[in-house]
Every structure is written in structure tokens, then in C-alpha cells.
């Protein structure tokens, strides 16, 4: 012990009067790196701490603060110069580079403010935030054991959790936390890839497997077959529901009929479970039926089954629950939503593979994705690639023979792990029930008003859709003929237009501080189209498309009185455009 404190002792440079230039620069330095004892005046653990109280001084206060960072509404970046930039010549210092930090947080959307509703954005929680930045400290690397030592226990148990929710044998199964939702799906492809066409290891992909997913699946599908090198061409769309969005089973079976006709492997089928803003839910055990039903042809290994879950997933956690007792007591309009869902997502028992992004329904920070498989022998000696010459097995888990990536952070199985350490089943349940209480609220308020419709009230998801129509028109008379007749759409594409302006006019209004009722307005989004007319089921007419104000009440700061508020200043808003 005592030989260790006097070897580093001499290595350590005191600078003197000769001492090199490099060995004071060297010297000043110690102060900004942490020290690597205890007890030591270390600058980290101060850094850190004023770093977040002077990063909470951009919050607004309590009562009538905008739902972004700071006063400054602009984006400030000077983007014909920025990139004309060259390392200083001169050493600054750690606290002046942390408060250029702090000066780009100027302006962020604030995620956990109760105005903050555009999207599946939820704030991250505490222990989820502190789990990721510790993980920052000391770097684990969850490549293998040596370097991430008992670190690794979070994606083992992350792993073991996720498939026990999903019903599977979670000895067997496994997860990988990887970089986003696109990042499982890209994982799940390697997977089909290298099960259905073996010889594509070494020869790369000489064949047009097919990969199956539905209309609504999400646009990452497209950075997956583009980058993999399987090619966009080979996705093919299956119809949805007009209604529920979901997967049309018998286009499903026609597709995989005709595959097998023509000898065409398939890769793999992917349900979509939960879509952004309608919530579909593709049906897993159908899908599983006409797979087992429509085998691929001889030489080619098995379709993969992938669930992309990432939004959905987390509706899991009802597992379980009592829905005749309903011990949380969630209203009795809000339970069947509840069990709609949880009865959606339990399909996942019948998947390879499904995908959980934490950072959108599990409320933590960005990136921590796990893709989640159930077979752990098979997806993990599929993909390896043997042992690294110059990294000795530690442990007896060393992802790093088949990641995608070689180091891997443990930020994002931190944050994930502490979650699911944290809500428990409770927690989780809460959390989402508590979501869906403002939205119903939201839906009855709007129900209330002559002058706008819900248009997605038999959707069981998180955010709500509404149209608002001119002062004096019945919305819900007027949007069913828009919806459902030919006739009304001129109509139809005008009140787009006015949907498309209230929302211009609304992200204005969030940008500049306009008050209503004496409280800033909301940070909202809208969509240019999330489903078509009756009359253009097959999308054909690019304006037949159905425009709608968003709204997705995600934190766990926001209320009924927060719900009211954003109605008046959609009216408000709808008011300005109409009168100029
Ligand atoms: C968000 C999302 C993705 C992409 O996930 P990222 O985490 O943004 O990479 C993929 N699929 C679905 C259904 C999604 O909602």
C-alpha cells in the first residue's frame, strides 16, 4: 500500500522555475480532472453541483414561466459561420467551458414542464438521470466483463426483467442496449439476416429477403434495410386497419402465400407496437400463425418474428394487475383503455425479439433502447465473431463478440435498470395510468366545446388528436363529413390549412411568451396527416389526408387546471388566424 502512495508520488511533476512549459500546463490540469482518491478537494463533485444549480437558474418560475430554457426565445446559432471554427491556441478552464455549456441551454424545450406536451417526450427521472451521469464518471464499458466488471449486472438484469414481463423463460433470454429504437430495429435485422440466410456472414446478402411490416410502421425501417445493405426495396407494406391501424392480417397472408409461391425468403415480419400518434397494435399471435403456417423455403433458416415495442412496451407492467379490483384505484373510464392495452401488448410472448426504448414511455434520458430476445444461446452465437485478440475474457459476459458496437457505454442500461429499480410495477403503473386520467379529462373538456372534435376518441394511447373549426360551425357534424364524403373536400383541406396555421401560430406564441390568462401557452405539435379521408383509404389523393392539433400530456407535473389552459389558448389561437 504505502509503496503504491510513493510511486505515484514521484511520478507526479512538481513544476520549478526550469520546469518545461508542457509540465505547468500539465499541472494546472490536475484541477479539472477528478482526483483519483477520496476525501481529496476534488473539483468534480463541486463541478457538478453548481454546473446543475446554475443549469436550474434557466428554469421559469413557478407561475407563468414558458415551457423552454432560459429568456432567450431565439435560435442564436450563427449557421453561415459556426463552422468556421479552430481550436484555441491558449488552455481555458473547466469552469469557464461548463458555462459555455450552460449558455447552449438556453432556449431547449423543458421537457418537465407541465406546458410541454408535442410529443413522447417525457422527462427523465431522478435516479435515472444521476444512474447515467455516474456512469459517466468511472466509463464502464459494457463490451465485457474486464471493463465494466459488476456494471454489467444492469443489462443482465435489465434483460432478465424485460423477458419475465414478456412471459418468456428469462434464464434463456438476453438484451443489448443499444442506440435507439432504430437501433433495435437494425438489430433485429442482423438477426434475420443471419438466421435466414446463413451464407450471408461471409458472402454478404446475395439474395432479396423480404422484410414485412405494416403501413404504420416507423420510417426507421428505412435506415435499417438501407445501412444492413439488404436495400429499401425489399420492405413490403402490409395494409392497415382503417380503423385500429393494425396490421391486415389477410394482405399479411396473400404477401406470405405468394412469397412462398415464388420461393422468395422472408427475413422478417415486424409488428408495430404502439404508433406515435395512433397508437396501433399490431396482432402478434396472428402474425406468429400464418409465419408457423407459411414456412420459408428449404435452405433458408426461419422468419424472424420482431416486435417493434418501443413505444408500446411499457404497457407491460399491467401484467398481472387486478382490473375488477383496480387497486390503484384508476377511474372507470380510464380502465379499459388501461386493459386494452396491456391485452395489445402482450402479444410480445410471441416474438423473437422487441425493442424498449426507456427514454419514451419509461421516462429517462436519452439513449437507452434494449433490444430484448428470447432466445440467448441462438441470437448471440449467431452473430459472434469469435474472440478479440488483444481484450481477455474477465467474465463470463462479453457482449463484444456480437454488438454492433465494440465499447459500449453503460448510460443507458444505468437509466434503464435504476427505472425499473425504481417504478417497479406500482410506479410504472401509476406513472401511465396518470397520463391516460388527463387525456380522458382532456377528451370530456373537448367534448364540452361545439367548436372542436376529438378525432381519435376510440384511441386507447397517450395523446389526443383535435380539430378546431371556425366560431359557429358544429365541429363534430362538420368533421364526420369531412372524414367520411368526397364532397366536403374542399373543406376538408381548408381546415387542414387552418389546423396547419393554429399550430404555426401556437409555436410561435410558445417562442415568444405570449400569455394567456395570464399563464404562458403550450409547446404543442400537430400532424399533417395522421390518417386519410374514408374515401382515400389507399392514400392515393395526397390531400385527403386528416390534419390534427396534438397533444400528449407526458410529465408527471401536469394537470386538469394545466388540460383547461391548453384549450383556451388553441381557441385563442384559432382566433388570431381567423382574424388575419
Ligand atoms: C421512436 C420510434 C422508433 C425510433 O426510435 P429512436 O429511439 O428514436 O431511435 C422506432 N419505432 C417506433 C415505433 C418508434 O416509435
Given amino acids: 500500500m504505502s509503496n503504491k502512495i510513493s510511486e505515484h508520488q514521484t511520478l507526479e511533476i512538481i513544476p520549478t522555475q526550469t520546469a518545461p512549459q508542457w509540465a505547468k500546463f500539465r499541472k494546472e490540469m490536475l484541477k479539472s480532472f477528478p482526483s483519483p482518491y477520496r476525501g481529496e478537494k476534488d473539483s468534480l463533485a463541486d463541478g457538478i453541483n453548481i454546473a446543475v444549480r446554475e443549469l436550474d437558474k434557466l428554469k421559469p418560475e413557478k407561475n407563468g414561466g414558458s415551457a423552454f430554457l432560459g429568456t432567450n426565445p431565439a435560435l442564436t446559432i450563427d449557421f453561415d459561420n459556426v463552422k468556421n471554427s479552430f481550436l484555441n491556441p491558449k488552455m481555458s478552464s473547466s469552469e469557464e467551458v461548463i458555462k459555455q455549456v450552460i449558455k447552449l441551454f438556453e432556449g431547449l424545450p423543458n421537457w418537465g414542464h407541465p406546458l410541454t406536451m408535442n410529443n413522447v417526450n417525457p422527462q427523465g427521472n431522478t435516479a435515472a438521470i444521476i444512474a447515467a451521469i455516474l456512469s459517466e464518471i468511472f466509463a464502464p464499458n459494457i463490451l465485457e466483463g474486464e471493463y465494466a466488471w459488476n456494471i454489467h449486472q444492469a443489462e443482465l438484469e435489465s434483460g432478465g426483467i424485460l423477458a419475465n414481463l414478456a412471459g418468456w423463460e428469462s434464464k434463456k433470454a438476453g438484451c443489448v442496449y443499444t442506440y435507439g429504437g432504430s437501433g433495435c430495429w437494425t438489430y433485429h435485422l442482423k438477426y434475420a439476416l443471419t438466421r435466414v440466410l446463413p451464407d450471408s456472414r461471409n458472402r454478404g446478402i446475395r439474395t432479396d429477403a423480404k422484410v414485412i411490416c405494416s403501413q404504420q410502421a416507423h420510417y426507421t425501417m428505412l435506415n435499417s434495410t438501407d445501412w444492413s445493405g439488404l436495400g429499401m426495396d425489399n420492405i413490403i407494406r402490409i395494409k392497415t386497419d382503417i380503423e385500429t391501424n393494425a396490421m391486415d392480417t389477410k394482405h399479411l397472408e396473400e404477401v406470405l402465400k405468394d412469397c412462398v409461391a415464388k420461393k422468395i425468403p422472408v427475413a422478417s415480419v415486424v409488428c408495430t407496437m404502439g404508433t406515435t400518434d395512433a397508437n396501433a397494435f399490431d396482432s402478434v399471435e396472428e ?3 400464418l409465419m408457423d ?3 420459408n423455403p428449404k435452405g433458408y433458416g426461419k422468419t424472424l418474428l420482431y416486435c417493434d415495442s418501443v413505444i408500446g412496451w411499457s404497457w407491460i407492467v399491467f401484467k398481472n394487475y387486478d382490473f375488477k379490483k383496480n387497486p390503484l384505484g384508476f377511474s372507470n373510464e380510464v380502465l379499459p383503455y388501461i386493459e386494452k392495452n396491456y391485452n395489445a401488448i402482450k402479444g410480445i410472448f410471441y416474438a423473437d425479439a422487441f425493442g424498449v426504448d426507456f427514454h419514451k414511455t419509461g421516462f429517462s434520458p436519452y439513449i437507452s433502447s434494449a433490444f430484448v430476445y428470447k432466445d440467448a444461446k441462438e441470437f448471440e452465437s449467431l452473430l459472434s465473431r469469435g474472440q478479440s ?3 481477455q475474457p474477465r467474465s463470463p459476459y462479453n457482449p463484444l ?5 465494440v465499447s459500449r457505454a453503460a448510460t443507458g442500461s444505468l437509466a434503464g ?19 391516460l386520467e388527463n387525456k380522458v379529462y382532456l377528451k370530456n373538456q373537448i367534448a364540452k366545446k361545439s367548436e372542436m372534435v376529438c378525432v381519435n376518441p376510440s384511441d386507447y394511447g397517450l395523446v389526443t388528436l383535435l380539430r378546431i373549426y371556425p366560431e359557429g360551425i358544429d365541429a363534430k357534424v362538420q368533421f364526420e363529413k369531412e372524414l367520411c364524403d368526397k364532397n366536403f373536400r374542399e373543406d376538408l ?3 387542414n390549412k387552418l ?14 411568451g405570449k400569455k394567456i390568462n395570464g399563464q404562458c401557452t403550450p409547446c404543442l405539435s400537430f400532424s399533417t396527416g395522421f390518417r386519410s379521408a374514408e374515401y382515400n383509404r389507399d392514400m392515393e389523393d395526397k390531400e385527403a389526408l ?3 392539433t396534438k397533444m400528449f400530456p407526458m410529465n408527471v407535473h401536469i394537470t386538469p387546471e394545466v388540460m383547461d389552459h391548453v384549450l383556451d389558448c388553441i381557441i385563442a389561437a384559432r382566433d388570431e388566424v381567423m382574424n388575419h
Avoid at 417 to 435: C, D, N, Y
Fill in 287 to 289: 402474425v406468429r400463425k
Fill in 293 to 295: 403456417k407459411y414456412p
Fill in 389 to 391: 485478440a488483444y481484450l
Fill in 401 to 405: 463478440n456480437y454488438t454492433l458496437e
Fill in 417 to 435: 435498470w435504476a427505472t425499473l429499480k425504481f417504478f417497479g410495477h406500482e410506479g410504472f403503473q401509476s406513472i401511465l395510468g396518470g397520463i
Fill in 493 to 495: 383541406i381548408r381546415h
Fill in 499 to 512: 389546423t396547419h396555421d393554429i399550430g404555426d401560430k401556437l409555436f410561435e406564441w410558445f417562442r415568444s
Fill in 546 to 548: 386528416i390534419y390534427a
